[in-house]
């Protein structure tokens, strides 16, 4: 294989697996946010049983995102020396200011959150859980910056450096404001939001099936059930309002996201389809015009298609479309399964419906696949480029390591990340079983 | 005037106190891990860990962050060493993840061999990630092969050369000490009385690392020491280093256990300082051709992403100062088990 695809594979990989903890860290944040400001606010011991449990999930999750986080931020370095030579002077701020704004905050007072409930007063420990909540989203912030920059770039100019050319900042704001950063960053903190959000509802569900720790699990449901059904419904905002940006300034990604071909023929929106790349076609299930309704106000305005670019200006279509469909289709359904819930609690009949419960139990894995596939059709629709319209992925590679060193470190990171994933999984479901009261009983911690 | 007054000389010394305080405050904690084995007990070993609780991974976040700042002040030199030195850097990044989750995971289950199994990464993962950083330190100092385009010519054995190496021995000798030293401070009884038995003999041989790294430098590096003839005062550097050494057992044997780790904290600032000055302006060194050695000019971003990052770094510094000392105040004092910790 060549090194191009072994440090996509190796990327993918990393970020993918990485990626699995940040949204749990963003929306639980907000959680603990919650939870502890009710404790503050009534002093029932419930909640404060609820913030020391979730606290303490919390904590192991941090654990993996930033173990799995620092092989990220040196990563561009290691396989992508000329897209880092290329993009530093842009690129470089972002993560820099990731660093100094947003992770020293969160993993600062992490200390307090998890170390400090007999160290401070409860008002500072309430601080401490606003400052990392506030520090996991300011790092989603400039993460997303960074990457809307990679696929609308604005701000820069290309100049000669040496013997070659790279970007260099002419207006910051325009680099931070891109025309993607908004609609995309709001799209991704509401998949954070989802993420713990039926995460909470999960364990939840587990626990009144069980018939154990039921006012615990009563009350932290409420509370998901309030942030999954705003989350999921916003969805639909924002991510209308990002396939509108990719319309305009992406359109090789979204014709990919619908399998059209045509270059210039209105388009319809495939329910689920299989595109056939060697034909130029795609067969499915569509409503036909809606996409051009969606894009353009009109089912027949034309919306430009694959056709249109050469075809080695083409992202892999159907990988595309399928990872596209796929966070459609869960997204479709979270909105459903919140609706389902905050409907049943209305007839105030939710802890007795059995079937719904357990699919609860087993939707945390929704909206983790569902942000995965975005990043996916998002990072592989804007393919051939690594920076839209400005560099190939093709020519951002190292050039000093070999193929042979990518197949090492790859090999590793996936034995270590299965290893790693396995333990997650074990210790998370264990501290589950346990859940939570312990704290209480031991008289550990401030009281109401 | 040995230093330019321009941006890349305040991003020089701006990217070095970042991976200054990287050194100065996860030294300890790698230097916890490298001396865990030592302790026999259970208890004795979750102090140890728990003395680096709170804080070990905002230390860490000084590396990331230094990383951020070399990326976009120096974007050349983030892109050479890191694909340059690739399999020394992932094995680091792997060092690193072991460590990070030998701590989170290693008191969760009750069962000696999984216990084990995490204390061998933890301590492992802390000397390798240390071992790395000095001979990564090494190279840039005695110079790499590069080509004109700035790409790393050698291979991952290039860099395991005796003067890396004995760099690299000495930068774990350095934590090892730091880490000894942080420890007589954090831990109390028993296991007290047993570090600060280790302090000693961990001082000992840093100092013989260090002269024996001062010997080689000065033998086989000579261009390490040329700014320093340049500008003799600067030789209060390594006078600095040595005093704060010397005052280390001194505080010890005080009972001011805060003070020797400031001391010890001082030296590290006073060796970096040294090596900064002897580097500048060069990022990395190119052997044998010099001129292709990345300089603090012919490795920067523009002037523009210069100003815009040193903005950036006027807000979010004093912040991140003010979160640092607040975190280490209010977890002062000797470190205890409860049903929290790790």
């Not at chain 1, 305005?301 to 892999?316: E, I, Y």
């Not at chain 2, 302090?199 to 840093?206: A, D, K, L, P, S």
Request: hydrophobic residues 55%; neutral net charge; charged residues 15%.
């Amino acid at each position: 294989m060549s090194v191009e695809l072994l440090s996509r594979i190796q990327f993918g990989l990393t970020i993918g697996f990485h990626y699995l903890f940040p949204p749990l860290s963003i929306g639980l944040g907000l959680f603990l946010v919650i939870m502890e400001g009710l404790y503050l606010k009534t002093g029932q011991v419930v909640y404060h049983q609820m913030t020391r449990f979730w606290v303490k999930i919390f904590g192991l999750i941090f654990a993996l995102g930033v173990a799995t986080g620092i092989v990220m931020e040196f990563q561009f370095g290691t396989n992508w020396a000329t897209y880092s030579r290329f993009v530093g002077d842009v690129f470089g701020s972002a993560l820099a200011a990731e660093g100094i704004f947003a992770f020293f905050l969160e993993s600062g007072f992490l200390a307090i959150l998890l170390f400090g409930w007999d160290k401070v007063k409860p008002r500072t420990h309430f601080i401490a859980t606003v400052a990392v909540a506030l520090g996991a989203h300011f790092s989603a912030v400039w993460i997303i910056v960074a990457n809307s920059w990679q696929q609308t770039p604005t701000g820069h100019h290309i100049v000669s450096f040496g013997d070659s050319v790279r970007a260099e900042v002419v207006d910051f704001w325009q680099v931070v404001f891109n025309p993607s950063f908004l609609d995309r960053i709001s799209h991704t903190l509401m998949g954070a939001w989802q993420a713990a959000a039926f995460f909470v509802i999960s364990v939840s569900a587990f626990y009144l099936l069980r018939k154990k720790h039921v006012e615990f699990a009563r009350r932290s449901i409420k509370i998901a059930l309030v942030i999954a059904v705003f989350a999921s419904v916003m969805q639909l905002v924002t991510g209308h309002s990002s396939a509108s940006t990719v319309a305009a300034t992406q359109p090789a990604k979204l014709a990919a996201f619908e399998g059209h071909y045509p270059a210039d023929e209105p388009a319809g929106l495939y329910l689920f389809g299989w595109v056939d790349e060697d034909a130029e076609k795609t067969i499915g299930l569509q409503v036909p015009g809606f996409l051009s309704w969606l894009v353009h106000g009109d089912a027949d305005a034309p919306v430009t298609g694959l056709q249109a670019f050469a075809p080695d200006d083409r992202p892999p279509v159907n990988l595309v479309f399928q990872s596209y469909h796929i966070m459609v289709g869960i997204g479709m359904a979270l909105i459903l399964l919140s609706l389902a819930g905050t409907y049943a609690w209305w007839r105030k009949s939710l802890f007795e419906l059995k079937w719904l419960l357990t699919i609860y139990v087993v939707s945390v894995l929704l909206p983790q696949i569902a942000n995965q596939m975005g990043w996916f059709s998002a990072e592989v629709g804007r393919q051939p480029w690594i920076v839209y319209g400005i560099l190939r992925t093709s020519e951002a590679l190292s050039r000093s390591v070999t193929s042979g060193q990518v197949i090492t470190s790859l090999v590793l990171f996936s034995i270590i990340y299965v290893l790693l994933g396995a333990l997650f999984v074990f210790l998370l479901n264990e501290k589950i079983q346990h859940g939570p009261g312990d704290e209480i009983a031991e008289g550990e911690g401030h009281r109401a | 005037m040995i230093f330019n007054l321009d941006l890349n000389t305040v991003w020089f010394f701006l990217v070095g106190a970042l991976f200054t305080g990287y050194a100065i405050l996860d030294g300890f904690d790698l230097g916890v891990g490298a001396l865990h084995l030592l302790t026999k007990t259970n208890t004795d070993r979750r102090l140890m860990i728990n003395s680096i609780g709170p804080v070990w991974d905002g230390n860490e976040v000084w590396l990331v962050t230094g990383g951020g700042a070399l990326f976009a002040a120096f974007p050349e030199v983030y892109a050479t060493a890191f694909s340059g030195f690739y399999m020394a850097f992932m094995l680091l990044l792997f060092s690193l993840i072991f460590r990070a989750v030998a701590i989170e995971f290693r008191s969760k289950r009750p069962s000696p061999r999984w216990r084990n199994f995490w204390d061998v990464s933890f301590s492992a993962g802390s000397v390798v990630s240390a071992l790395l950083i000095g001979v990564a330190l090494g190279n840039i100092a005695r110079g790499v092969p590069l080509d004109g385009d700035h790409e790393y010519l050698g291979s991952f054995w290039t860099l395991l050369n005796p003067y890396a190496l004995l760099v690299g021995i000495t930068t774990v000798a350095l934590f090892v000490m730091h880490g000894a030293i942080y420890l007589v401070m954090k831990t109390e009884d028993g296991l007290q009385s047993a570090v600060r038995g280790w302090v000693n003999n961990t001082i000992i041989v840093f100092i013989i690392c260090y002269a024996a790294t001062t010997v080689a430098t000065l033998l086989y590096v000579p261009n390490m020491t040329d700014n320093l003839r340049e500008a003799p005062f600067l030789f209060i550097l390594p006078i600095l280093n040595m005093l704060a050494i010397a005052n280390i057992p001194r505080e010890i044997h005080h009972g001011r256990e805060f003070r020797a780790f400031l001391s010890s904290g001082a030296s590290m600032a006073a060796l970096l300082a040294l090596f900064g000055i002897g580097m500048y302006p060069n990022l990395i060194l190119s052997l044998p051709e010099a001129a292709n050695s990345l300089t603090i000019y012919t490795a920067a971003s523009s002037v523009k992403t210069l100003e815009i990052m040193l903005i950036i770094a006027a807000l979010g510094m004093p912040l991140v100062i003010a979160y640092t000392v607040s975190i280490y105040w209010i977890f002062r004092g000797k470190v205890r088990l409860d049903a929290g910790s790790y």
